[in-house]
């Protein structure tokens, strides 16, 4: 099994995340607000961001998919960037990286997951929805549900990638063409365990994915918080927001909700150690990670 793929029990519930790739990012990259030196500042100040940001600044991030198993389901949640896909960025650009054979390692092999869940449809979530079989892109997941939000779906069906890249067309489309799609509201439901919760900003219909089993909690972020730094800030807006204002008024909404000290917050974009519990630590927050 690969090295960096982590396990979460929530009740009767697994969360696992299986890496497709993990890198230092400049913060720039990222936020027009904030660089390296800002985040070296913000870090001495907080200090638990210590795994999360690198020694000159970078925020030490990956792209991952979580496979939650819950028994009766193997739901995955945000499908990297994949292979084969013509990407403007050069480290996208048709990647040839082992990431389903990763899946299978963990133990779930394509054919046996049984729902895909896009929290959003940018490129970095929805790649491994089709792989390329004789220059044709099929669905990767074959008996599975892809469960896309409708008004997200709607929006990405006629707005330009913010890239330029024929996202939609390489890794949406062709599930919808394949009858898999099922479009439905920010409020859905799959089995008895995950429920999906609005989050929007970063996207019009941007979800987070909750998972309760046991008395237990959890929260996988999807791009709300594209970094634990908007933890420590939540002020912090993504160049990538659609509506900056929006996506800062819905951070707020929820880590209030999240910061109990008991729900386990999963990022999707956080590296490893990925997941911790959120605090309220003056008049912000904080993730802890430790055991």
Same mark, same amino acid.
């Given at each position: 099994m690969h090295d960096d793929i982590l396990k979460w029990r929530v009740g009767d519930a697994t969360i696992t995340s299986v890496p497709e790739s993990s890198d230092p990012t400049s913060p720039k990259f990222m936020f027009s607000s904030i660089d390296k030196d800002g985040?070296?500042?913000?870090? +001495?100040? +907080?200090?638990?961001?210590?795994?999360?940001?690198?020694?000159?600044?970078?925020?030490?991030?990956?792209?991952?998919?979580? %496979?939650?198993? !819950?028994?009766?389901?193997?739901?995955?949640?945000?499908?990297?960037?994949?292979?084969?896909?013509?990407?403007?960025?050069?480290?996208?650009?048709?990647?040839?990286?082992?990431?389903l054979e990763r899946l299978s390692d963990a133990g779930y092999a394509p054919e046996s997951i049984t729902h895909v869940v896009c929290t959003?449809?940018?490129?970095?979530?929805?790649?491994?929805?089709?792989?390329? %079989?004789?220059?044709?892109?099929?669905?990767?997941?074959?008996?599975?549900e892809y469960v896309f939000v409708g008004i997200e779906f709607d929006h990405w069906s006629s707005t330009e990638d913010l890239f330029g890249d024929p996202v939609f067309e390489d890794s949406v489309a062709p599930i919808?063409?394949?009858?898999?799609?099922?479009?439905?509201? +920010?409020?859905?439901?799959?089995?008895?365990?995950?429920?999906?919760? +609005?989050?929007?900003?970063?996207?019009?219909?941007?979800? $987070?994915?909750?998972?309760? $089993?046991?008395?237990?909690?959890?929260?996988? !972020?999807?791009?709300m918080a594209h970094s634990p730094i908007q933890i420590a800030n939540p002020d912090l807006s993504s160049s990538f927001d659609t509506d900056p204002?929006?996506?800062?008024? !819905?951070?707020?909404?929820?880590?209030?909700?999240?910061?109990?000290?008991?729900?386990?917050?999963i990022g999707t974009h956080f590296g490893t150690p990925t997941a911790g519990t959120m605090h309220v630590d003056g008049d912000s927050y904080r993730l802890e990670t430790g055991p």
């Amino acid at each position: 099994m690969h090295d960096d793929i982590l396990k979460w029990r929530v009740g009767d519930a697994t969360i696992t995340s299986v890496p497709e790739s993990s890198d230092p990012t400049s913060p720039k990259f990222m936020f027009s607000s904030i660089d390296k030196d800002g985040v070296l500042d913000l870090r +001495s100040k +907080s200090p638990w961001l210590a795994p999360f940001v690198g020694e000159k600044g970078h925020l030490l991030q990956k792209i991952h998919c979580c %496979v939650i198993d !819950t028994g009766a389901e193997r739901i995955a949640v945000d499908t990297c960037v994949g292979n084969d896909k013509e990407r403007g960025n050069p480290l996208w650009h048709e990647q040839q990286g082992p990431f389903l054979e990763r899946l299978s390692d963990a133990g779930y092999a394509p054919e046996s997951i049984t729902h895909v869940v896009c929290t959003h449809l940018h490129v970095d979530h929805v790649g491994w929805n089709t792989r390329l %079989v004789d220059g044709e892109w099929v669905p990767t997941f074959p008996n599975a549900e892809y469960v896309f939000v409708g008004i997200e779906f709607d929006h990405w069906s006629s707005t330009e990638d913010l890239f330029g890249d024929p996202v939609f067309e390489d890794s949406v489309a062709p599930i919808k063409d394949a009858g898999l799609a099922n479009l439905v509201g +920010s409020d859905h439901v799959i089995g008895n365990f995950v429920s999906f919760e +609005s989050t929007p900003g970063h996207t019009p219909g941007h979800i $987070s994915v909750r998972v309760e $089993s046991g008395g237990e909690r959890a929260i996988i !972020t999807g791009d709300m918080a594209h970094s634990p730094i908007q933890i420590a800030n939540p002020d912090l807006s993504s160049s990538f927001d659609t509506d900056p204002d929006m996506a800062r008024a !819905t951070r707020f909404e929820a880590f209030a909700r999240w910061a109990d000290g008991q729900t386990l917050v999963i990022g999707t974009h956080f590296g490893t150690p990925t997941a911790g519990t959120m605090h309220v630590d003056g008049d912000s927050y904080r993730l802890e990670t430790g055991p």
